[in-house]
C-alpha cells in the first residue's frame, strides 16, 4: 500500500530511481527481467558473401551479432523457428559492402594507415539498412541503423573486401546476450547512518573522512565542529569508520529494508524510462498469468 517509485537522475542513457515500499524478491524479479526478458532487435543471421580480412567468418559473425541496432522492437513480431526466409514484419536486413585500396595521393615516406588506405578500418556505419518486401512503406521515417556509428568491427589492408548480409530479428537475453537491452541493471539498499552521540572537533573530522564526500556534514555550533549526517544515500559501505577505535562505537550503520535505489543504464536501442516501463508490463503479465493459473487449478 505504500509503495512509490521516485525518479532520481535521468540522463540519456541512464536512469537512477527508488523503488520504496516492495520485497527484495521483486525488486530481483524485476533486475532480472530488465537483464534477460526485455525484447530487442539483433543480428541472428550472417550471409557471406566474401570475406578476405583476417577476421574468420564466425567471428566476424560474432561481432555483428553484438552491435545493438537502433530498431524499436514493439514494431516486430518474433520470428517463427524453422523460418529460413525473413519477413517484414519479423526481420531487419543491413548489408556491410566495403573494399580496402591504395591512396595514390599518400606520400612515398608515410607509414600512417590513415594516410595509405582507403576503407582500411571497417566500422559500424558502413551497414547499411535494405529494406525487406514494403518496410519502406511500412517505416516510412524509420531510421534503423546502429546505435554507434564508430564501433571497429575489422580491420583491412588494400585487396582485402568484407560482404555480407544480415539478418536482424526480435529476441531476448535469456536466450542470448546480445539481445539485453541493458548495459548494466542494478540495484542496492538504501544506507541508513545514525550517530549514537555527537562527534564533534578532530573526531568529527576524522568521522567525515571515513565515508564518501557529501555524506557527513560538520557544521560549526557555539564554536564547535560537529558531524551530522547529510546525505545517507551517497555512502558506498566502505566500513572504513570501523578501523578507528574511537569511532566505531559512535556510529550505527544499517540499510532499510524495503528501499531499492535502482540504477539502469541502456545500450541505446531503447531509452531508459522506455525499458523500465516494458519491465513492469512483462512483471504484471508474469503475475497476471500465475493468477490464471491459481484459478484454473481444482481446489479440493
Known amino acids: 500500500q505504500a509503495f512509490r517509485v521516485d525518479v532520481i537522475r535521468e540522463e540519456e542513457g541512464a536512469l537512477e530511481f527508488d523503488m520504496v515500499g516492495i520485497d527484495a524478491a521483486i525488486a ?86 590513415n594516410e595509405l588506405y582507403f576503407n582500411h578500418k571497417v566500422y559500424s556505419k558502413h551497414m547499411t539498412w535494405v529494406p525487406l518486401g ?13 546505435v554507434h556509428d564508430d564501433i ?4 583491412l589492408r588494400p585487396g582485402q573486401e568484407i560482404d555480407v548480409l544480415m539478418h536482424c530479428v526480435k529476441g531476448i537475453g535469456k536466450d542470448h546476450a546480445k539481445f539485453s537491452p541493458v548495459a548494466t541493471a ?9 550517530l549514537l552521540q555527537p562527534v564533534e572537533d578532530e573526531a568529527a573530522e576524522m568521522l567525515q573522512k571515513c565515508f ?27 566500513r572504513e569508520v570501523f578501523r578507528h577505535e574511537g569511532l566505531k562505537n559512535l556510529v550505527r550503520l544499517a540499510r532499510v529494508r524495503n528501499h531499492f535505489i535502482f540504477s539502469v543504464e541502456s545500450t541505446g536501442i531503447l531509452p531508459p524510462d522506455v525499458l523500465v516501463s516494458e519491465a513492469i508490463k512483462i ?18
Not at 564466425?58 to 525473413?86: K, S, T, V, W
Open 28 to 113: 530481483n524479479a524485476f533486475r532480472r527481467i530488465l537483464l534477460a526478458e526485455v525484447p530487442t532487435m539483433a543480428v541472428e543471421k550472417v550471409f557471406v558473401y566474401n570475406n578476405t580480412s583476417i577476421v574468420q567468418d564466425e567471428i566476424l559473425a560474432h561481432r555483428l551479432g553484438l552491435i545493438p541496432i537502433r530498431a524499436d522492437p514493439r514494431l516486430f513480431e518474433y520470428r517463427n523457428q524453422g523460418d529460413e526466409e525473413g519477413t517484414e514484419i519479423d526481420t531487419l536486413q543491413f548489408q556491410l559492402k566495403i573494399k580496402c585500396s591504395r591512396n595514390p595521393q599518400a606520400a612515398k615516406e608515410s607509414s600512417d594507415p
Open 134 to 146: 514494403n518496410q519502406t512503406d511500412l517505416f516510412p521515417d524509420a531510421d534503423f541503423r546502429p
Open 152 to 155: 571497429l568491427i575489422a580491420l
Open 186 to 194: 542494478s540495484y542496492r539498499l538504501l544506507p541508513d547512518i545514525t
Open 212 to 238: 564518501s564526500p557529501g555524506v557527513i556534514e560538520i557544521q560549526n555550533i557555539k564554536g564547535k565542529k560537529v558531524a551530522r549526517v547529510a546525505n545517507a544515500r551517497l555512502d558506498t559501505f566502505s
Open 283 to 300: 512483471l504484471m503479465g508474469k503475475c497476471q498469468r500465475f493468477l490464471n493459473e491459481l484459478d484454473s487449478v481444482p481446489m479440493e
